[in-house]
DNA sequence: CTTGGAATGTCAACAAGGCTGACGTATCTT
DNA sequence: AAGATACGTCAGCCTTGTTGACATTCCAAG
């Protein structure tokens, strides 16, 4: 066939629109499993995916403030302080007004919350290392890749900031 | 090397609680990025993304039915009922009784659902070909292979069948 | 032919979790 | 002293999910 010099042939049949289609696809049901386990505890309590989110980053950044959060998340202040106001009030979030800075609040998981929080990872660590186990390595890295590719770019900078510190 | 033989030292580096961790914040941010173009279109009519995904599948399988779409998008029928509803009100959605079975719906797209669906998923797949032109095609399967890994049975199922019919 | 069950549609009520707008308070910063 | 920042909160709205109840229409089995 007369193809165009740059990408030839079979090179780029992954850039197909019916490929993409099958991404967009795997990303549909994918999430819904993603996000299978943690809602199923979660479905027996008063709280929903918003507050297993919350969680998730209070734990991974202790003391973060109420405003970083909110950048993390990505939703409004309103939206985020309904659901911090009930883990608060629930005794699984401590806010400990700022020592330098006192209008700022920094959070942190009380042991009720990191109770729920691992419970909550660890379901979702299960679904996502059997996947990985499944998929094997290079796999993975071409997973995270992708992934990475398709953040916003203030998404990924959220995301790179996150990266590599401390668990 | 003197490795085990099922697995050793470096090998199993990637299923630590770290790198799935990594992996469980990548799908978080790269699905907020995923449906960040979608969401943007949709922001300024009356339609959200429950109206995207109906627009999806019918779409890809015209004439389905409205218990194949109920289960592919894993909702209630009064959930699916009330977006349908308003896709057929305004015009996008034409549904035809069966000639078999004069129970069942069929689904199609009229010319102006076609125009937002192609809308839609033209955003979202432009999203999605950058990514997949940045990561190449070696990570491009991995990421199709961790995705379909992570999938629960039945989706995959769902997911299965719509891979190979065409477009 | 009647009857049971399946597929669909619809009404009502409710909840989670987004959003905007407005306002108040405490605290920094300039 | 004035303005900006961080946070909380009230009120109201939207989308999208849920359950429960009920009607209709049709197929298929007895």
Redesign the interface.
Known sequence: MAEPATNSGQ?LL??T??????????????????T?DPDRILGDMAYGRAHH?AL?FIH?SPGTTVNNLLSIL?VTKQSLNRVLRSLITDGLVASRVGRQDKRERHLHLTDKGSALERAL?DA??D??????????????????????????DD??R??EA??DRP?
Chains 1, 2 share one sequence.
Request: charged share 25%; net charge positive.
């Open positions: 090179a992954f850039l629109d019916e490929q993409l289609r099958k991404g967009i696809e795997a990303m549909f049901f994918a999430y819904r499993g993603f299978a989110r998730h991974r990505g990872s979702q660590r679904r996502m290392r059997s996947a990985y186990r499944a998929a094997g390595p290079v796999a993975v890295a071409g997973f995270r890749h992708v992934l990475e590719a398709m953040m916003d998404m990924r959220q995301y996150l990266k668990a």
